[in-house]
């Protein structure tokens, strides 16, 4: 299933909450981030979300951004002079950006001030290195950030990212030319996303 045209729709729909005015106790929360997302390789990641603050401690929301997410290719037994050479190997800093995106969007939820702990559900949907449309999944993410008090504060976040294959197969995986087992192969997408940044208040 594919729903590009849902993106533009949410996209906007986060920009409208961050221009308009909260209506709980008046106060938004816009935290803005880029860091490292370490999926089978390591890439990059950007993320934007505007939390309206119904209390101090808990802010209701919505996220978007990308991070580098490869999807998982399952227990697949590869020889070793078949592999790649390390050029290959060897992710650059702009994957995520350029190459296995994982393109997300959807409400997220902010408990605590200066520690808290955030939690994300929504929808992703994955290109691969040519930037070709590969799967669009429900997934979600949970983690822990740090940041100031002020009406300006640098914020750092770790984050778990996970976006299940909803329809894993079985294969037969062959460990020797004479032994054959059966295997799951499902194409799970995760990563741990490290990304520092600003909150505005």
Not at 45 to 55: E, F, G, W
Not at 96 to 108: H, K, Q, S
Not at 117 to 141: K, P, Q
């Amino acid at each position: 299933m594919r729903s590009h045209s849902l993106f533009p729709v949410l996209g906007a729909l986060l920009v409208s909450l961050a221009a308009g005015p909260a209506s709980a106790d008046g106060h938004w929360t816009v935290s803005l981030g880029v860091g490292e997302s370490v999926s089978e390789l390591h890439g990059s990641a950007i993320d934007a979300a505007a939390y309206a603050q119904l209390h101090p401690l808990l802010g209701l929301g919505l996220e978007a951004g990308m991070a580098y997410m490869q999807l998982q290719s399952g227990p697949i037994m590869i020889p070793a002079g078949a592999r790649d050479g390390l050029s290959n190997g060897i992710a650059s800093l702009t994957d995520g950006i350029t190459r296995n995106r994982g393109v997300f969007v959807g409400p997220a939820l902010r408990l605590g001030q200066q520690l808290y702990a955030v939690a994300s559900a929504g929808i992703y949907e994955f290109s691969n290195n040519d930037g070709n449309w590969l799967a669009t999944r429900w997934g979600g993410s949970a983690g822990l950030g740090l940041t100031g008090k002020g009406r300006f504060s640098p914020r750092a976040e770790v984050r778990y990212r996970w976006a299940p294959d909803p329809h894993p197969i079985q294969v037969v995986s062959f460990a020797n030319e004479r032994l054959a087992y059966p295997a799951i192969l499902d194409r799970d997408a995760s990563a741990i996303v490290f990304t520092i940044g600003a909150n505005f208040h």
